[in-house]
């Protein structure tokens, strides 16, 4: 019983003692020894940092967030919560979602509905963005109310380290704030690339702006073909913005390159311009406010050029780790590209961890950080031995024909397990509600990628189509228990629904075989 003879010294450091029949029970916390302010630092206050605090107070560590945004060149900032919150996930599915509504409203004539001039539906930019802007503001405030119940320090300050246990904030007034802790987790995201061309900075958007945009955005030029260049292409032509693409290599590097052309085909026949083996030259603002936009065929060498009302740059994005003095906290596993290589969220510095988009060869999305931090969070305070399992990690682009994808790639399944070894069933598909408006049915498509030898274990699953992600979710599941094609064709779909065309899938690409449907219920 003598360890309890200087309780009033540690009671500081642990939840009450309980007395049970002669037995003392002290509740799970970490005890800190006065060393450092903190059990758990987060520098970042995006989904990956914020969900790995939260987890940590969970099981008692005390924890401090910092966080703090730079403005764009524009002068774009937002509160606390990252960039999913603010200039990412939600408002881009929130645009989605109103470019989808103004469809649905000339669509619905074909169902019945008398609708009043229909050909003078537009949309409202500044009521949308407006609308956009209350809901993050009202998610930022759930934020930082939800980390003042946890009694989590919230620091809005810039961090960077002085050594490898302190952090000095640097406050918006420009005053500084020392603190120190045991365990420091790096989860500060990353930016927009700006292109190095005349006019980039100074006349350009990105990302981080187009969804509190003050105007609209008018005739539109999007330079870059990956998921952020096509989704904001997608949703501005859907709402009536004349949109132009800049394709540098190919669309959605990294992705299922057939179902790329597909989700790109879609857009063309919808009107979305596409520019391919071009590069940017530079941005000029005419005397009218209008930018001149120039482009270089890369493999002609031939100039062009167009005039815009808005020209958005989705290039890529850096890790934003070069202010944080990383070589004082020992961490020199950096990326040219300022991303940290850390195989297990753990630097070289065996207290200094990482998570979400600033981690090397790992997928950048919100839900993967926000498990990466949990995971984290229970192997430093909880006894946790789970790692992060970085593989089949569903996801969906939104372009206005979704494209959800889990698992492989045609082209990556072929390359590790190689041509022979795969068997790809795919087939078109007509969803049902399509019929009526007479939509184009042309690009609607999935596939499943599986090895050949029984019982054919499938190795990615691929669709394009309305609904995407609610398709692929429920196949993520599937995949990660190792699902078989034997086992998908003896699952009943459920009719009508678009999710049921794996279940009907039959036909492979070997057979040489027409995949189009012949008819809806047999």
Request: net charge neutral; aromatic share 8%.
């Amino acid at each position: 019983m003598s360890i309890f003879n200087n309780a009033g010294k540690i009671a500081r450091f642990v939840k009450p003692i309980i007395q049970l029949d002669n037995i003392f029970i002290i509740s799970r916390r970490t005890i800190s020894n006065g060393t450092y302010d903190y059990d758990l630092a987060v520098i970042g206050g995006g989904s990956g940092g914020l969900a790995c605090a939260k987890e940590a107070v969970n099981h008692g560590a005390r924890v401090a967030v910092l966080d703090y945004v730079t403005p764009s060149p524009l002068g774009s900032k937002w509160g606390l919560g990252g960039t999913c919150v603010n200039v990412g996930c939600i408002p881009k599915k929130l645009m989605h979602q109103a470019a989808i509504l103004g469809e649905s409203i000339h669509e619905a004539v074909a169902y019945g509905w008398e609708v009043p001039a229909v050909g003078d539906v537009k949309i409202n930019w500044s009521a949308l963005t407006e609308a956009v802007q209350n809901h993050i503001k009202s998610v930022n405030w759930v934020t930082r109310v939800d980390l003042r119940e946890k009694k989590i320090e919230y620091i809005n300050g810039l961090g960077s380290f002085k050594d490898p246990h302190t952090i000095v904030a640097t406050m918006k007034n420009g005053s500084k704030k020392e603190l120190t802790a045991r365990n420091i987790v790096i989860a500060v995201g990353g930016r927009p690339i700006y292109p190095d061309i005349p006019g980039a900075k100074e006349y350009c958007i990105t990302s981080d702006d187009i969804f509190s945009l003050a105007h609209p955005p008018g005739k539109t030029l999007v330079v870059g073909a990956g998921y952020i260049g096509l989704e904001c292409a997608g949703f501005l032509n859907s709402l009536g913005y004349s949109a132009t693409v800049l394709v540098r290599s190919v669309p959605l590097r990294g992705f299922d390159q057939q179902m790329a052309g597909l989700v790109v085909a879609e857009m063309e026949t919808r009107g979305v311009t596409f520019h391919r083996r071009a590069v940017p030259v530079s941005v000029e603002k005419m005397e009218n406010g209008q930018l001149k936009a120039r482009w270089m065929n890369t493999e002609t060498k031939e100039q062009s050029e167009d005039v815009f009302d808005t020209v958005l740059l989705a290039t890529g994005r850096y890790a934003l780790t070069a202010d944080l003095n990383l070589p004082a906290a020992g961490v020199g596993c950096v990326a040219p590209n300022g991303k940290i290589v850390a195989a297990t969220e753990q630097t070289d510095a065996p207290h200094v961890f990482a998570v979400g988009d600033v981690l090397q060869d790992r997928p950048e999305l919100t839900p993967v950080a926000i498990h990466a931090g949990r995971l984290l969070a229970r192997r430093l305070f909880a006894g946790g031995q789970q790692q992060m399992d970085y593989d089949n990690i569903a996801t969906t682009i939104f372009t206005p024909l979704e494209y959800g994808c889990v698992g492989l790639s045609e082209e990556e399944a072929t390359r590790r397990h190689g041509a022979d070894s795969l068997e790809v069933y795919h087939a078109f598909y007509k969803p049902t509600e399509f019929f009526i408006p007479q939509r184009n049915i042309r690009n609607c498509y999935l596939k499943a990628v599986a090895l050949r030898e029984a019982p054919q274990r499938i190795l990615g699953l691929h669709f394009v189509g309305p609904v995407a992600g609610e398709v692929i979710q429920g196949f993520a599941a599937a995949i990660k228990c190792g699902i078989t094609m034997e086992q998908l064709m003896n699952t009943v779909g459920i009719h009508p629904t678009v999710a049921e065309e794996f279940t009907r899938l039959n036909i492979t690409k070997r057979s040489g075989k027409d995949p189009n449907p012949a008819s809806c219920c047999s």
